[in-house]
């Protein structure tokens, strides 16, 4: 067992899929941290077909079981849907080989998979895997308090928020740009950016909206053609790299009106790229966002407030970019890779000392 460079067993989705867990595993391998920590990486999944994910599921389960022991720990990366099921059978391969598991759930919706989704028996299974970690790492202190009050008091949660790799934004921005990122869902909540375009458009104010991801997008382009909206709202697909950069420089307000979080990793890219944040007040979301100084709060399903806000944001260039500015540094202080990267050898010295008693 080496403390200074552990041996360490890493399972989550394939650093190929979209999505934030992959963006932030990424940017640990694209840092110091495999310099720092001997890492086998196992794709618990991938994006494709039903039997594809099984498929790879099952194998790296089955190199879980037979090989964890070589390692000094396991870190198992959990999102959300049908992911939790998938992992908690990591863990358990894992705690069975003697091997200390942290688990580091990416969730927003936890709480709903503990409150809605699973009955006495199944929240007991949730309880008992949590319990049996050596780690819980959650994203924002607003899950660590739940997990504490809710599932148990027993359990070792650790808050380490998301970190990325920030770069120098390109200035100045195009005024009355608003950039959306993410799923199209109910969560997620991209509708409501569409209705406030719209109450935006009514004013007379010249703004336009860009939205880019996968999810819904049928039901997304329906409600903008029944808005009339197709000349302020334009719908980009799924981007990435210098794609998704030259958005990010391009724009000036980034918006994600969600109705629960954990971390979202595209805000820290926004607001790192000096996007003035307009957000709603749920997850981790609280931990970056400190209202009217790094970005703005609005309530859940307000579309009024969320227009006011953007109409606020587009007419006054001097806000917008004193709250850009000022949300970039608070990315760089708390939010940078390194930060994230230091926390996590941090945690894996102090279970291996546990461990070595």
């Given amino acids: 067992m080496s403390i200074d460079r552990p041996r360490v067993l890493m399972i989550g989705p394939s650093r190929k899929s979209q999505g934030g867990i992959s963006s932030v595993v990424n940017g640990w391998f694209d840092s110091a941290m495999p310099e ?10 991938i994006d494709g077909s039903k039997f594809a994910k099984l498929a790879v599921g099952c194998c790296s389960l089955l190199k879980t079981m037979l090989f964890a022991r070589k390692y000094d720990l396991a870190h198992i990366h959990m999102g959300g849907g049908n992911s939790y099921k998938r992992e908690r059978l ?34 007991e299974r949730i309880r008992e895997t949590l319990e049996a970690c050596a780690r819980v790492v959650v994203l924002s202190t607003e899950m660590e308090g739940y997990i504490r009050s809710n599932v148990s008091a027993t359990v070792r949660t ?66 903008v053609r029944q808005l009339g909206l197709e000349d302020t709202c334009e719908y980009l697909g799924w981007v990435s790299g210098q794609k998704k950069q030259k958005l990010l420089d391009r724009c000036s307000i980034f918006c994600l009106p969600s109705k629960n979080e954990a971390m979202p990793v595209s805000l820290l890219e926004a607001m790192s790229n000096c996007l003035a944040a307009v957000v709603t007040p749920v997850g981790g979301m609280l931990d ?20 006011d806000v953007l109409c606020d944001l587009v007419e006054h260039e001097s806000l917008r970019s004193g709250i850009a500015n000022a949300g970039r540094r608070k990315v760089l202080e708390s939010f940078s890779v390194d930060v994230t990267i230091n926390r996590v050898l941090g945690l894996y010295r102090e279970v291996l000392q546990e461990a070595r008693g």
């Fill in 288 to 307: 970056i966002v400190d209202d009217g100084i790094t970005g703005r709060f609005v309530a859940i399903g307000d579309e009024g407030s969320l227009a």
């Fill in 158 to 223: 650790v808050c380490i928020p998301n970190g990325i790799v920030c770069h120098s934004p390109m200035l100045p921005k195009q005024r009355g740009t608003v950039l959306f990122l993410g799923h199209f869902d109910d969560n997620k909540n991209a509708d409501a950016i569409v209705r406030a375009m719209g109450l935006l458009k009514e004013r007379g104010l010249a703004a336009k909206a860009y939205f880019c991801g996968d999810g819904d997008v049928d039901g997304h382009l329906k409600l």
């Fill in 90 to 123: 990591f863990v358990k391969a894992a705690v069975n080989a003697g091997v200390p598991a942290v688990l580091h759930i990416h969730d927003g919706l936890f709480r709903i998979l503990w409150k809605e989704r699973s009955d006495q028996a199944g929240r």
């Fill in 36 to 45: 720092r920590a001997d890492i086998r990486y196992l794709d618990c999944s």
